[in-house]
């Protein structure tokens, strides 16, 4: 089976950075992805990671270590509009090529 | 508007009644993908097309859901004698065989009374 780690809130204030964590366990691993996802909102896509590293992506970086089943987001320059739910998915081949999310942390920024 | 668009955005219904909602996903992506998603949690996966091909199927809650694509175009997720338990917001999703990166719609609200 597959298990996939976030936590479930975070906040953070409003100019500051703030790092997302997400541990997961897996089979037939081929990749990471970052979601958005406003409240009543679809998620939107945020970043996808398959090799060892980090991604940046304007104020969104994304890092992953493969051996240690572990990824995190980092958001700097923290808006109030970055307040939303970041969910954690892995894709993997050995299941139906299908996603599997995270239950999602609910990030909340403050003035 | 060329992203991904589901219909109804809400449907309420009564337990026992059947439920059909539809999903017209980007129009060159071959994949379609229908989630489930509670409050609080994140979306969970059901099934998936691949043009009119369902490829994977063994996810559906229960045989009361069944999901079609017949033209490889638009695709339908139907809920026979609903229940309150199948009160859940359901997503839809399109992709390219060749990218991973999906692109969500906005969802059908279901309520169940």
């Known amino acids: 089976g597959q298990n996939i780690d976030q936590p479930t809130e975070m906040t953070a204030t409003e100019g500051a950075i703030v790092q997302i964590n997400c541990t997961y366990q897996?089979?037939?691993?081929?990749?990471l992805f970052w979601y958005q996802q406003h409240a009543g909102e679809a998620p939107t896509f945020l970043s996808y990671?398959?090799?060892?590293g980090l991604e940046e992506k304007g104020r969104f970086s994304s890092f992953l270590s493969r051996s240690k089943g572990y990824s995190y987001l980092l958001l700097k320059e923290l808006q109030m509009k970055d307040s939303a739910s970041y969910l954690c998915?892995?894709?993997?081949?050995?299941?139906?090529?299908?996603?599997?999310f995270g239950g999602g942390t609910r990030l909340m920024v403050k003035p | 508007d060329t992203g991904v668009s589901q219909d109804p955005r809400h449907k309420i219904t009564k337990r026992g009644q059947n439920v059909t909602f539809r999903c017209d996903p980007i129009?060159?992506?071959?994949?379609l993908y229908w989630y489930r998603q509670t409050l609080g949690q994140g979306p969970e996966f059901l099934t998936y097309?691949?043009?009119?091909?369902?490829?994977?199927k063994s996810r559906l809650l229960s045989d009361r859901f069944s999901a079609e694509r017949p033209k490889g175009s638009f695709s339908t997720l139907e809920i026979q004698r609903t229940e309150q338990g199948d009160s859940a917001m359901y997503l839809c999703?399109?992709?390219?065989?060749?990218?991973?990166?999906?692109?969500f719609g906005p969802g059908t609200r279901l309520t169940v009374l």
């Open positions: 999703a399109s992709s390219l065989v060749e990218r991973l990166e999906q692109f």
């Open positions: 897996t089979s037939g691993f081929n990749g």
């Open positions: 990671n398959v090799l060892d």
């Open positions: 998915a892995v894709w993997n081949n050995n299941a139906g090529n299908m996603l599997t």
């Open positions: 129009s060159e992506h071959n994949r």
């Open positions: 097309f691949q043009n009119e091909a369902q490829l994977e």
